[in-house]
């Protein structure tokens, strides 16, 4: 019934609207029990999202796309133990935000680009498969994986 774009969508979503609350608390200087549902739901859908997202392979994990989602995580993992900081909270809150941009809109070579192999590593399918790979290569493996 739910296809992985529904999850993906679902959880952006969510992801997007717990961060939003999250920076708002922290912009405003909300008392820090407030902002912990908000903290655990992000951290929690951004997760799920990476999951989602490395589709069971490590691959993901090593490239531009996988270090910038594991960036964010890191960083919101971190903010507990800044609770007696609000300037350094909002600044990491402010941080993740811009790493989620970059990341968000930086081009596929970079997203794609492994670490490790030193080289972009494209997936056979998704957003930019089509500028990695070629329009015609895309095209014939999605048509072979059926």
Not at 56 to 77: A, E, P
Not at 95 to 119: D, F, K, Q, T, W
Request: charged share 15%; hydrophobic share 50%.
């Amino acid at each position: 019934m739910f296809n992985a774009r529904t999850w993906n969508i679902a959880l952006r979503t969510a992801h997007i609207a717990a961060m939003g609350v999250l920076l708002g608390g922290h912009a405003f200087d909300l008392d820090p029990q407030r902002l912990h549902l908000s903290l655990g739901l992000t951290i929690a859908t951004g997760a799920a999202l990476g999951a989602l997202e490395c589709g069971g392979g490590l691959l993901w994990f090593h490239q531009g796309r996988g270090v910038m989602t594991l960036s964010k995580l890191v960083l919101l993992c971190a903010v507990p133990l800044l609770w007696e900081f609000p300037h350094a909270r909002l600044a990491v809150m402010l941080a993740v935000v811009a790493i989620a941009s970059v990341g968000s809109h930086m081009p596929a070579r970079l997203r794609y680009y492994s670490l490790i192999y030193r080289e972009v590593m494209p997936e056979r399918s998704g957003p930019g498969a089509n500028v990695l790979l070629g329009e015609e290569k895309a095209e014939e493996i999605r048509t072979e994986d059926g």
